[in-house]
């Protein structure tokens, strides 16, 4: 085929004069005359100005909103307003019509839900198109940090035996029957005779494996898909969702928290000088949204605000300890205005009271530190005080948890110990333990949710609408 001028590079760089071969989809086409052409390089369209009385009727009539289209013809400046050049086209080729009858994307407002719907159809949309422009540059991003940082980029295996979060949600893999399954003498289902001759199940997490390789390269991040059967339907929950996770060696907490606030800084950063249009469009798509909602409930700033803000302050940090004190002394918990009212210490905190601390209290990230052993994972560093763990959570505007992470529990004596608090076999993860008995150093990670950076990022409110094709319970559409 001829080679294609994209749209992006047209409006960048205006070649006035110059015949171009444009190829895209029809957005919208007013009047016979002008063509509102998307190729989805960029979020602005180029006007192909089309001469209708020397058209073909019948051509002209196939030119609707979703039809593919290749135009050849010359850059001109634009006559009209909202665009600063235009194409005076020469030649129109339709490669695929788009029945308006059918076609469900014609111009006019669609509900995200309607959207959901049609997700094989909506990155054709403005807003599906900026946010997942926004998803691949903070992809791109997050490498870019990781590697100018000499981190070795590593692929843990997504079908695990072992239960990385030790929170028993996972998806299981397995080759056996549904119905009627071999069976052991005792009655239960014989895994052995499952293709991997064992339990096995979709990972939560690559953390365990990371620190594997952090151990030995030490530092190394993981960047790929995980899965958690909770049943969670909420708009920060998806079954199946992305997550990156550094692990450095000779590191503790605070070199921890310093990777991780250095790291959405650095990202953040690059989207904003890079995805500009993009994030203008969707900053005023929020404030419109924004609009609909009751006055207590709007945001005080808007998404580029918010953006600049998060980049321009440094978090807040403080431990679990410190935050019950202000979350006990609250209005909304001595108003008995939380759903769960925060009585003592050891509480897991809900999504109620992270929002509490970072929207009204703080007003910026927050970073929480050192909770309750209780309530975090086993491989968590075990403090002096022998009651809290090194942990920490990274709580961000609008989102709530965005990062947990903590330094990592070194000392094999101490590991085994809570291992067996927390009835985790120690057969099943000796490969974990034996990263203690050979060289061990303390060491910390964390995992970012790949899906909740972006719905920061684009100000989406529901975390279904920033990932191509939502796992959720009771959907796996496409
Ligand atoms: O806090 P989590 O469960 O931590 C871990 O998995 C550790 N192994 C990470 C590590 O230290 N290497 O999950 C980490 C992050 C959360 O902060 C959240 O952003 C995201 O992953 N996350 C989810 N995102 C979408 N849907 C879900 N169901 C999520 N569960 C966790
Ligand atoms: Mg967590």
């Known amino acids: 085929m001829a080679k294609r001028t994209k749209i992006k590079q047209l409006l960048a760089t205006t070649p006035i004069g110059q015949s171009v071969l444009v190829q895209g989809w029809v957005r919208t086409f007013r009047n016979n005359q002008f063509i509102a052409l998307n190729d989805g390089s960029t979020i602005d369209n180029l006007q192909v100005v089309v001469d209708f009385e020397s058209m073909d009727q019948e051509q002209l009539k196939r030119i609707t909103t979703g039809a593919a289209i290749g135009a050849q013809g010359t850059i001109v400046a634009s006559q009209g307003k909202g665009q600063t050049i235009e194409m005076k086209a020469e030649r129109i080729t339709i490669y695929g019509d788009a029945d308006p009858e059918t076609y469900p994307l014609q111009p006019k407002r669609h509900s995200m839900e309607f959207l959901r719907e049609i997700a094989h159809l909506r990155f054709k949309t403005s807003t599906f198109g900026a946010v997942f422009r926004v998803r691949h540059a903070l992809a791109f991003a997050i490498h870019q940090f990781f590697n100018d940082r000499g981190f070795v980029y590593m692929h843990t295996p997504i079908i695990t035996a072992s239960d990385a979060e030790g929170a028993g949600e996972m998806f299981r893999v397995s080759t056996l029957p549904a119905i009627n399954p071999p069976l052991t003498p005792e009655g239960k289902v014989d895994y052995k005779?499952?293709?991997?001759?064992?339990?096995?199940?979709?990972?939560?997490?690559?953390?365990?494996?990371?620190e594997l390789g952090a151990l030995a390269f030490g530092e190394v991040y993981t960047f790929g898909p995980t899965f958690r059967a909770e049943n969670s339907n909420t708009s920060r929950h998806l079954a199946e969702f992305w997550m990156i996770e550094p692990e450095v060696a000779f590191a503790d907490l605070e070199d921890n928290m310093n990777l991780a606030e250095d790291m959405l800084n650095s990202v953040i950063r690059y989207v904003l000088e890079n995805c500009r249009e993009d994030l203008e469009f969707l900053d005023k798509r929020l404030a419109e949204e924004e609009k609909s909602k009751p006055q207590n409930e709007r945001?005080?700033?808007?998404?580029?605000?918010?953006?600049?803000?998060?980049i321009n302050n440094r978090f807040e940090r403080l431990t679990y300890t410190e935050a019950i004190d202000i979350l006990r002394n609250s209005t909304p918990n001595k108003k008995k205005k939380f759903k769960y009212?925060?009585?003592?210490?050891?509480?897991?905190?809900?999504?109620?009271?992270?929002?509490?601390?970072?929207?009204?209290?703080f007003k910026k990230p927050v970073i929480l530190t050192d909770y309750p052993k209780q309530i975090k994972a086993f491989y968590m560093r075990m403090n002096e005080d022998n009651n809290t763990v090194r942990a920490m959570d990274i709580l961000f505007p609008g989102i709530g948890e965005i990062v947990g992470g903590s330094q990592r529990e070194e000392r094999l004596d101490v590991l085994k110990a809570r291992m067996a608090e927390m009835h985790i076999p120690e057969e099943e993860l000796y490969w974990y333990l034996d990263i203690r008995r050979f060289g061990s150093c303390p060491h910390a990670g964390f995992g970012l949710g790949f899906e909740r950076l972006v719905q920061f990022v684009t100000g989406m409110s529901n975390i279904r609408d920033v990932i191509a094709f939502p796992r959720t319970p009771g959907n796996a559409s496409f």
């Open 193 to 210: 005779q499952d293709f991997f001759e064992r339990e096995t199940n979709l990972t939560v997490s690559g953390q365990l494996e990371a």
């Open 299 to 310: 945001s005080e700033m808007g998404l580029l605000e918010k953006l600049e803000f998060v």
């Open 341 to 361: 009212l925060i009585e003592g210490w050891g509480a897991d905190l809900q999504s109620e009271h992270e929002r509490y601390l970072v929207e009204k209290h």
